[in-house]
């Protein structure tokens, strides 16, 4: 997660201890044996360099993706690994357009990678979007604020018992991802676009039940 080298000394480190368990030591040992390949040290080391670089990688489907990334940080997504990136390309990204140069880019479909470092000026964060939500019933008293987005959480006087939670948004598909676990508990308010768009993906479903 960002964190490999460190990761490998503490292999090391623990590798050295005798009261380490067996399947424990044979799972660091497949680690160090094979970290991960030299381009995803290389990517890791130009985020903390605060680096702007070129990434070229072909995907399991051998299409080709360029990208020229101006900020970059390593994340999980549902027991994933991917790297969420802020690139100057947009052309295929179905992503609503103040969101369109955000890219999450899965590992594991990386076969062969190219990477060189590029002139510009590292940017400080992904492009973000506020979406309001309202949230009701058990999920309303059950919600746990998740801090590092949400701006806003509170209590609403009309109607009651119900929250408002007002969040930054990077990426609108892993945001719905998330909205439709919740079910006809949570509602997005706004902005239209996103309101809109989620409705519209409501429909489509509705349509394989109704057909």
Same mark, same amino acid.
């Given at each position: 997660?960002?964190?490999?080298?460190?990761?490998?000394?503490?292999?090391?480190? !623990?590798?050295?201890?005798?009261?380490?368990?067996?399947?424990?030591?044979?799972?660091?040992?497949?680690?160090?044996?094979? @970290?991960?390949? @030299?381009?995803?040290?290389?990517?890791?080391?130009?985020?903390?360099? %605060?680096?702007?670089?070129?990434?070229?990688?072909?995907?399991?489907?051998?299409?080709?993706? /360029?990208?020229?990334?101006?900020?970059?940080? @390593?994340?999980?997504?549902?027991?994933?690994?991917?790297?969420?990136?802020?690139?100057?390309?947009?052309?295929?990204?179905?992503?609503?357009?103040? !969101?369109? #140069? /955000?890219?999450?880019?899965?590992?594991?479909? &990386?076969?062969?990678?190219?990477?060189?470092?590029?002139?510009?000026?590292?940017?400080?964060?992904?492009?973000? &979007?506020?979406?309001?939500? #309202?949230? #009701?019933?058990?999920?309303?008293?059950?919600?746990?604020?998740?801090?590092?987005?949400?701006?806003?959480?509170?209590?609403?006087?009309?109607?009651? %018992?119900?929250?408002?939670?007002?969040?930054?948004?990077?990426?609108?598909?892993?945001?719905?991802?998330?909205?439709?676990?919740?079910?006809?508990?949570?509602?997005?308010?706004?902005?239209?676009?996103?309101?809109?768009?989620?409705?519209?993906?409501?429909?489509? &479903? &509705?349509? #394989?039940?109704?057909?």
């Amino acid at each position: 997660m960002g964190q490999l080298e460190d990761a490998l000394i503490l292999a090391h480190l !623990l590798l050295e201890r005798s009261e380490i368990p067996l399947p424990l030591r044979q799972e660091i040992e497949q680690f160090v044996a094979n @970290p991960a390949a @030299p381009w995803r040290i290389q990517v890791e080391r130009y985020i903390r360099q %605060q680096q702007p670089f070129q990434l070229a990688y072909q995907d399991a489907a051998e299409r080709v993706w /360029n990208f020229t990334i101006f900020y970059a940080e @390593p994340t999980q997504h549902e027991e994933r690994q991917y790297l969420d990136c802020w690139c100057e390309e947009t052309e295929g990204n179905r992503d609503i357009a103040e !969101l369109c #140069h /955000n890219w999450c880019l899965r590992f594991d479909r &990386m076969a062969e990678v190219a990477i060189s470092p590029i002139k510009g000026r590292w940017r400080s964060h992904l492009d973000s &979007m506020a979406v309001e939500l #309202h949230l #009701h019933r058990g999920l309303a008293f059950a919600y746990r604020s998740k801090t590092e987005a949400d701006v806003i959480n509170e209590w609403l006087s009309e109607p009651p %018992q119900v929250r408002r939670v007002v969040r930054r948004v990077t990426n609108i598909f892993w945001f719905f991802r998330e909205v439709r676990r919740y079910g006809a508990d949570c509602v997005i308010v706004s902005p239209d676009e996103v309101r809109d768009r989620f409705r519209q993906e409501l429909l489509a &479903m &509705m349509a #394989h039940y109704n057909a």
